[in-house]
């Protein structure tokens, strides 16, 4: 259940509702009348108002579970993650991904890709466009390539799936990062701050490749150097 709510509001109005609960219980054990019958009738009425609250995601489950839309029940599935597909759809394919990268950098496109880790990222998720997409290399580069509509900002990959594009970070306030790394760099360290999620950012003027974990650059000497500490921080 913690998984399932994690990183949603509803999490918050959980917590909200068993603190008004307990305000309720505290105030019956002081006697206090008055409050505890205002607070009683809240509670009283608290299924219908449950009900009223959540109702977006209500609809949204019920809409889910009648679908006969396998491909969307799947899903799903595993956005609730009681199931793991198979080893191509659960193990991020970090060859694919820096592969993609060594090739954007050798065009000078630029590129910024988050990696999901424990952390929710659905609060930036949702700033850009939802898909789910297998990890490959000729998509990664096909949704970098300067002209298409999807290149501006970041990309997240959840698994070995690429879940979103055109996504807005937060930028980091860190005074010590050099001038010379721009907003790019600046959103890559500000995700990594906030979350324990992985970036890898591929520079339009420079075409070098950076990699940044909990807010701060990662050295590495070789491609495959880098491919083998991002699988060690994914394990
Ligand atoms: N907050 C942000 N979230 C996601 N992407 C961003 C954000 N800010 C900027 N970007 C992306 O970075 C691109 C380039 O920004 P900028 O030139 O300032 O970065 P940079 O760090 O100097 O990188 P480069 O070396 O590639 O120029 C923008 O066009 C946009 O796609």
Same mark, same amino acid.
């Given at each position: 259940?913690?998984?399932?709510?994690?990183?949603?509001?509803?999490?918050?109005?959980?917590?909200?509702?068993?603190?008004?609960?307990?305000?309720?219980?505290?105030?019956?054990?002081?006697?206090?009348?008055?409050?505890?019958?205002?607070?009683?009738?809240?509670?009283?009425?608290?299924?219908?108002?449950? #009900?009223?609250?959540?109702?977006?995601?209500?609809?949204?489950?019920?809409?889910?579970?009648?679908?006969?839309?396998?491909?969307?029940?799947?899903?799903?599935?595993?956005?609730?993650?009681?199931?793991?597909?198979?080893?191509?759809?659960?193990?991020?394919?970090?060859?694919?991904?820096?592969?993609?990268?060594q090739k954007?950098g050798d065009t000078?496109?630029?590129?910024?890709?988050?990696?999901?880790?424990?952390?929710?990222?659905?609060?930036?998720?949702?700033?850009?466009?939802?898909?789910? #997409?297998?990890?490959?290399?000729?998509?990664?580069?096909?949704?970098?390539?300067?002209?298409?509509?999807?290149?501006?900002?970041?990309?997240?990959?959840?698994?070995?799936?690429?879940?979103?594009?055109?996504? #807005?970070?937060?930028?980091?306030?860190?005074?010590?990062?050099?001038?010379?790394?721009?907003?790019?760099?600046?959103?890559? #360290?500000?995700?990594?701050?906030?979350?324990?999620?992985?970036?890898?950012?591929?520079?339009?003027?420079?075409g070098?490749?950076?990699?940044?974990?909990?807010?701060?650059?990662?050295?590495?000497?070789?491609?495959?150097?880098?491919?083998?500490?991002?699988?060690?921080?994914?394990?």
């Amino acid at each position: 259940m913690y998984k399932l709510v994690k990183g949603t509001a509803a999490i918050n109005i959980f917590i909200g509702i068993v603190m008004i609960y307990l305000v309720w219980k505290l105030t019956q054990f002081l006697a206090m009348e008055m409050l505890s019958s205002v607070l009683g009738e809240f509670i009283g009425v608290g299924m219908f108002a449950l #009900i009223v609250v959540f109702q977006q995601e209500i609809r949204k489950f019920l809409l889910m579970i009648g679908s006969t839309n396998f491909g969307r029940r799947r899903k799903f599935l595993r956005q609730l993650k009681f199931i793991r597909d198979t080893p191509e759809d659960s193990v991020t394919d970090v060859g694919a991904i820096v592969r993609a990268c060594q090739k954007m950098g050798d065009t000078f496109t630029g590129a910024l890709i988050v990696i999901k880790r424990n952390t929710a990222l659905d609060f930036v998720k949702n700033t850009g466009d939802e898909l789910d #997409i297998l990890v490959k290399t000729p998509i990664i580069e096909s949704i970098f390539y300067k002209n298409s509509p999807l290149h501006d900002g970041a990309m997240i990959i959840e698994d070995n799936r690429i879940v979103a594009t055109r996504v #807005i970070l937060p930028v980091s306030n860190d005074r010590d990062i050099p001038l010379r790394f721009g907003l790019r760099h600046r959103a890559a #360290i500000g995700i990594t701050e906030k979350t324990d999620g992985l970036a890898i950012i591929v520079s339009e003027e420079t075409g070098q490749i950076s990699y940044i974990k909990n807010g701060e650059f990662v050295i590495f000497k070789t491609p495959e150097e880098l491919i083998e500490k991002i699988k060690k921080d994914l394990q």
